[in-house]
C-alpha cells in the first residue's frame, strides 16, 4: 500500500458503502464510489482481493439467485435479451459468473426459457439494422449506439466485416473526426476533468482513456506542457524548456543570495523554494555555481574522486542540525530534500542508512527492526488490544487501535495470524 492515510479513507468509505447497501459491495459497485481512477486504486492496494484481505473481509460467493436476478434487472431495462456486453457493462456481474455456474451463456438462457437463433445473421440483416439505428441518431452511428439501440452487436458484424470501420467504408460511411475535432474533444474532456478534480490532472494516473490518453496527447500535442500550453493553463515548471528552467535556477539562487548575504548552501536553496532543476541541468550543485562563476567553497580532492569531500563527524552534524529544524527525526526524503548532504553521502561513508542512524545514536524506526522483533511486536499489541476489548479483535479493529500491517508480511493474512496465536478464527 502507498501509505496508511490513503488505507483509512478508503477503508472508511468501503464500511459507508456497505452499510449503505445492506451487503459487502461488489468492485465494480466500489469503483463508482471512490474518486480516484482504477488505475490508481490497483496501483496502491494491488487490487481488489488484494484490498478485501486487508480489511479481513472474506469474498462472498454470488447465489443462483442473485445472477438470475441481476439477468432480468438488465433485460427490463432494455426490454431485449441483452448480449455479453450489455451485461458485462450494465450489470453488476460479468457474464463469467454465468459461465462458471452453467458451463455458458447460451445454457443459462435455456434455463431461463430464452432461446438464441443458431442461425447467423446475414448481412442484409445487419445493413437493415444499421440503417434503422441510424435513423435513430440522426447520423453516423457508433459502436455505441447499436449497443443501445441495435437488434444486434457489433460483434456480429465484425463476423462479415472483421471492424466495425471496415463495415462502414463498405457502405461509404465515415466517423472518421478530423484532427480540428479530435484536439477540441480533447481539451472538452479536458476541462470537465479538471473541473471534477479542482486542480491540473496528473499525466500517467489520470489520464486513460479517449480521447485524452497519453497516446492522443504524445500524437496530436508531442508533450503534456505543450498541451497545457493550449488548454489556456499556466503550465507547471517542471514541463517548461530547459532555457527557461536555467533562467529561473540563476535568477532564484541570486535572491536567495541577497536575502541571506552570502551564497547559500544547496539545502538552503532547496528549503527557500530552490528546485532541483540544478541537478539535471549542470550536474550538480558545485557545477552550478561555477556556471555563475561563484566560488566553490568544498573542492574534491583527486585521491578521494567518487567520494564527498567531507568526513562523518561533519554528516553526524549536518544530520542533527537538520533535526533541530524539523523538530523530529529526519526522513531519507528530508535529507535528500532540505539537508546539506544527499542520502547517497551517507550511504558512502556508512555503507548504508540503517548504519548510520545506529553510529549516530538514534533509535531506530520499527520497520528496520528484525522479524522476531516485528513478530514479538504484533503478538504483544495483539492481546493488549483483546483486554482493553473484552474479546479478540477485528482486523479494522486492530489496525485503527495502533496495530501495525507487520502481519501481512510476516504471516500472509489476519486469519493466518490469530491461528499462529491460537485463536478462533470466525471464517
Known amino acids: 500500500m502507498k501509505n496508511f492515510e490513503d488505507f483509512e479513507t478508503y477503508r472508511k468509505e468501503y464500511y459507508r458503502l456497505k452499510n449503505k447497501l445492506g451487503r459487502r459491495p461488489i468492485r465494480k459497485e466500489w469503483l463508482k464510489n471512490v474518486d480516484y481512477s482504477e488505475t490508481e486504486f490497483n496501483h496502491i492496494f494491488g487490487g481488489w482481493r488484494k484490498f478485501l484481505e486487508a480489511l479481513g473481509e472474506k469474498r462472498s460467493h454470488v447465489t443462483t439467485e442473485e445472477l438470475v436476478k441481476n439477468f432480468h434487472r438488465v433485460y427490463h431495462k432494455f426490454g431485449h435479451r441483452p448480449s455479453i456486453k450489455e451485461m458485462n457493462f450494465h450489470g453488476l456481474y460479468s457474464t463469467h459468473y454465468y459461465v462458471k455456474t452453467w458451463g455458458s451463456w447460451r445454457a443459462f438462457l435455456k434455463s431461463q426459457g430464452i432461446s438464441i437463433p443458431e442461425k447467423r445473421l446475414t448481412k442484409p440483416q445487419l445493413i437493415e439494422n444499421y440503417f434503422r439505428v441510424k435513423k435513430m441518431v440522426g447520423e453516423v452511428p457508433t459502436s455505441r449506439n447499436m449497443r443501445e439501440y441495435g437488434k444486434y452487436s457489433v460483434n456480429n458484424y465484425r463476423k462479415h466485416w472483421i471492424t466495425w470501420n471496415k463495415f462502414l467504408k ?4 465515415s466517423r472518421e473526426p478530423s484532427a480540428a475535432q479530435i484536439k477540441n ?18 499525466f500517467s494516473l489520470e489520464l486513460s482513456h479517449k480521447p485524452l490518453s497519453t497516446h492522443y496527447i504524445q500524437k496530436h500535442f508531442g508533450t503534456w506542457g505543450n498541451f497545457l500550453k493550449e488548454a489556456g493553463e499556466i503550465v507547471p515548471k517542471r514541463y517548461a524548456s530547459p532555457e527557461q528552467k536555467r533562467q529561473w535556477s540563476i535568477e532564484l539562487y541570486f535572491k536567495i543570495k541577497e536575502k541571506l548575504g552570502r551564497g547559500p548552501m544547496a539545502w538552503e536553496y532547496r528549503a527557500m523554494g530552490g528546485n532541483p532543476f540544478y541537478v539535471t541541468i549542470w550536474g550538480s550543485w558545485n557545477e552550478f555555481k561555477k556556471a555563475m562563476g561563484e566560488e566553490v567553497l568544498r573542492q574534491r580532492k583527486p585521491v578521494r574522486k567518487g567520494r564527498r569531500n567531507v568526513t562523518r563527524e ?10 533541530r529544524m524539523l523538530g523530529r ?18 550511504q ?31 503478538i504483544e499489541r495483539y492481546f493488549e488490544i483483546k483486554e482493553k476489548l473484552g474479546r479478540g479483535p477485528m482486523a479494522r479493529e486492530y489496525r485503527s487501535m495502533g496495530g501495525n500491517l507487520f502481519y501481512l508480511t510476516l504471516w500472509g493474512s489476519w486469519n493466518a495470524f490469530k491461528k499462529a496465536m491460537g485463536e478462533e478464527v470466525l471464517r
Open 329 to 346: 527525526q529526519p526522513l531519507l526524503k528530508d535529507v535528500n530534500r532540505l539537508g546539506g548532504y544527499s542520502a547517497g553521502t551517507y
Open 185 to 202: 474533444s480533447m481539451f472538452e474532456t479536458y476541462h470537465l476533468l479538471r473541473a471534477k478534480l479542482g486542480r491540473i490532472p496528473k
Open 170 to 173: 463498405s457502405l461509404g460511411e
Open 348 to 378: 558512502i561513508h556508512f555503507g548504508s542508512w540503517l548504519n548510520f542512524l545506529k553510529e549516530a545514536g538514534e533509535v531506530l524506526p520499527k520497520r528496520y527492526a528484525s522479524p522476531e522483533q516485528k513478530r514479538q511486536w504484533s
Open 314 to 323: 561533519e554528516l553526524i552534524e549536518e544530520y542533527l542540525k537538520l533535526k
